[in-house]
């Protein structure tokens, strides 16, 4: 059951089966105005992981008129339906700034939401990870979907779960903002919910100085042995949470450089408390795979579902670090290539975002970082290694540079790739293809020259063409590219081994 799919989640859910997750956890973009880059920090290589900034064009309307066709045949998406056009007045049907991105923030998540509620067995629930920019949104949108044959309360909402943390902050003209909320829904009244998983140690609060437990009659044998159950049993916590840490302050063990990654143990809590072992747990924006990880930690099933190659990486090197995990064989993929006979799969209908994302995936393979779809000027990949210059008595910045073809690979654009490598003063340039060089191409090569460092001669110009070879043994590529040793080829920083039957403690680092 365990899976992983690369693409639009509201089409991966809409082929889903109905009732057949116990369990979504999950954490959407927030509307926050933010973009999110991963794995960048060169001015030069701004390559969006995603984009967490919304506006109302083509495709929103397109996602509201689609909601307002299944409204005429679907109860979920008339209550959709209903909700967003009462919105519509509330943000008064504005297309611009703040109020028309959330108008379409709502025609994004609308559907998505509608199709989670489809898929959840009605002893399931969802824990819906958001923020205070549009919590109070999102909460209307689950009341109108969860409660769609309920008009007169709402039955299915349990808790609007404050998540607090702290950190530095820049704000000046208003308090610093160190919460998001946590939406959690039953599917019915019969949705399962476990105190026991969701326990923290009792500490007694009194203000007389007497113990919170002596109420009524109760003798002082009877308060101590209250007590002392508690103080062994813990108490259900309570819908404020600050005992995780916040975005950017997890342990150096767990974080992996994803811009928006969350703590485990927080996703742990709401997994232990709303579902059992056995359990199918469903992230339609897994992101790189926080709650993936509790769900397999906890022993659980899983399917996590992402649009961004980018995004899927990290939690495929993840899985592995943490659990000793292996894609096809320990789990599914689908949408993301494992095999030449996926990739030329991949690329068949020609679609450009796909090679975009394909672009993506080969260059962080070489440990780059992948360059914006346009405006890149003719490179899809950029790296950089400081080496010590023995002559300068000091480090120097290194540049790589990386360049993907898809198609069969021509002299023009060999000679175009190397006039960029001399444009950008690059020391190394990789030519990556999936066929075959031809001897010209390797005479350009041997025009390039080499690059020296600490007397190693590396070819300023190198091929790599992607085949099953390094499919079945991604460590070859350092036998392929020539790169000096200060370059460690691996596009994701390795997690903390999770050892079966023990609860991890994260190492406060």
């Known amino acids: 059951m365990n899976k992983l799919y690369f693409g639009d989640n509201l089409e991966i859910l809409r082929e889903m089966d109905d009732e057949q997750v116990n369990l979504i956890c999950t954490d959407p973009p927030f509307n926050s105005g933010r973009d ?37 045949t679907c109860d979920t998406y008339k209550a959709l339906e209903e909700c967003l056009r009462g919105y519509d007045l509330v943000l008064r049907r504005t297309v611009s700034g703040n109020k028309g991105a959330m108008r379409a923030y709502l025609a994004f998540m609308g559907p998505r939401l509608a199709e989670m509620h489809r898929v959840l067995a009605p002893t399931g629930s969802i824990y819906l990870h958001c923020d205070p920019t549009a919590s109070h949104y999102l909460k209307g949108l689950m009341d109108a979907i969860w409660d769609q044959n309920n008009r007169a309360k709402n039955e299915y909402f349990r808790n609007e779960i404050v998540w607090g943390y702290k950190g530095p902050s820049s704000a000046k003209r208003w308090f610093p903002r160190k919460h998001d909320i946590i939406l959690f829904y039953g599917k019915t009244e019969f949705a399962f919910f476990n105190p026991d998983g969701a326990r923290v140690t009792y500490t007694r609060v009194t203000r007389t100085g007497s113990s ?85 930690t906890l022993h659980r099933q899983w399917m996590g579902i992402d649009i961004t ?61 992948p360059t914006r779809d346009v405006g890149d000027g003719g490179l899809d990949g950029v790296g950089h290694v400081m080496l010590w210059n023995p002559q ?12 993907v073809k898809t198609g069969r690979p021509t002299i023009t654009q060999v000679r175009a790739f190397c006039h960029v490598m001399d444009q950008h003063k690059a020391e190394i340039g990789i030519f990556i293809t999936l066929k ?42 350092n036998k392929i590219v020539q790169l000096p040793v200060e370059w460690r080829i691996r596009p994701s920083q390795k997690s903390e081994r999770h050892f079966a039957g023990q609860q991890a403690e994260l190492l406060r680092g």
Not at 248 to 264: A, F, I, N, V
Not at 312 to 331: N, T, V
Not at 348 to 361: P, T, V
Not at 394 to 403: M, V
Request: proline residues 5%; hydrophobic residues 35%.
């Open 436 to 477: 075959p060089i031809s001897p010209s191409m390797r005479q350009e090569a041997e025009n390039m020259g080499s690059f020296i460092h600490n007397g190693q001669h590396y070819p300023r110009l190198q091929f790599w063409q992607i085949d099953d070879a390094y499919f079945e043994n991604p460590d070859i590529i």
């Open 212 to 296: 919170s437990l002596a109420r009524g009659n109760r003798t002082s044998e009877e308060v101590k042995a209250l007590e002392a159950a508690y103080t062994e049993r813990g108490k259900l916590v309570e819908d404020y949470w600050v005992d995780f840490p916040g975005p950017g302050h997890m342990s150096k063990h767990e974080r992996l450089g994803y811009p928006t990654q969350k703590s485990r143990l927080l996703y742990e809590r709401m997994i232990k408390a709303s579902s059992n072992k056995g359990d199918i747990v469903l992230d339609p924006f897994c992101g790189c795979g926080t709650t993936i990880d509790a769900a397999h």
């Open 392 to 403: 300068l008595m000091k480090e120097t910045d290194a540049r790589i540079l990386a360049e």
């Open 309 to 369: 190659i980018l995004a899927l990486d990290p939690m495929r090197q993840r899985l592995k670090d943490r659990h000793g995990l292996e894609p096809s064989i320990d789990y599914q993929i689908e949408g993301y290539p494992t095999n030449m006979q996926e990739v030329r799969k991949f690329l068949k209908e020609g679609d450009k975002r796909k090679y975009h994302d394909f672009s993506n995936w080969a260059v962080t393979r070489l440990g780059l970082k």
């Open 36 to 72: 999110y880059n991963a794995f960048i920090d060169d001015s030069v290589a701004q390559k969006k992981a995603f984009t967490d900034t919304w506006t109302w064009d083509t495709a929103a309307q397109d996602a509201r008129a689609d909601i307002e066709r299944r409204a005429h």
